[in-house]
Structure formats: C-alpha cells, structure tokens
C-alpha cells in the first residue's frame, strides 16, 4: 500500500520561502494524480495544489497562485512543494494527497478524490 511522508514544514517569517517534500513508499507517485491539501486551526482541510501523473496538467488554488509551485519527480518518487512570500494565513499543516484512481489523467480538487495520505507537515508563518 502507499505510504506518503511530507517533510520540510518549519517556521519562517512573512516573507520568506519553504519548500515541502512529498516521499513515497510502498508504490510509485508516478501511477497516481498528486495534491497538496492544508488544514488550519479551526478550519476545514482545503486544496491547495494538485498535477497529473506526468505533470502536464497542474492546478493551484486562487489563494495561493503565483506564490506557491507543485511538481513532482516520479524518478525519485516525489512530490514537492515550493512556497514563496509565505503569508501568515498560510500557517497550517500540510498533506500530500494521492489520487484513489490510476485511470485519472487529469488533477483534480476535491478531497473525496484522494484515497492516499502522508500524516502532515507543519508550516508556521510569523508576521
């Protein structure tokens, strides 16, 4: 079964950049359309980033466009994360997120889409 482990969360001023790392285990990231899903202190889990199985196809949320970058090297079997000018409503953990079909060739959004899930990294952004 796949196995998902995120790393590279941490604390960073506003401003500044962090980039995640998404390793996989147990299967290979290159069968499955890839997201990065975050949840906030009283808040519900919320999409943040998603590509396709070859990285053709990639969606980022409104909130975090032309900041934050999802990629993927399906030779290392992982997926990555990079955010720049962190905000502090970025603050939340992190889950990387695979897909529950392989027939998929299009990411999608929602979370019901994902079957696969690593336990979260920790982003804290101080204004």
């Known amino acids: 079964q796949l196995q998902l482990v995120e790393s590279g969360g941490g604390l960073v001023q506003a401003g500044h950049s962090l980039r995640l790392s998404c390793s996989a285990s147990?299967?290979?990231?290159?069968?499955?359309?890839m997201g990065w899903f975050r949840r906030a202190p009283g808040k519900q889990r919320e999409f943040v980033a998603s590509?396709?199985?070859?990285?053709?196809?990639?969606s980022h949320a409104d909130s975090v466009k032309g900041r934050f970058t999802i990629s993927r090297d399906n030779g290392k079997n992982a997926v990555y994360l990079q955010m720049n000018s962190l905000k502090s409503e970025d603050t939340a953990v992190y889950h990387c997120?695979?897909?529950?079909?392989?027939?998929?060739?299009?990411?999608?959004?929602?979370?019901?889409?994902?079957?696969?899930w690593g336990q979260g990294t920790q982003v804290t952004v101080s204004s």
């Open positions: 997120a695979a897909d529950k079909s392989v027939y998929r060739t299009y990411p999608t959004t929602a979370t019901n889409d994902y079957e696969y």
């Open positions: 147990g299967g290979t990231v290159s069968a499955y359309c």
């Open positions: 590509i396709s199985r070859n990285g053709g196809n990639i």
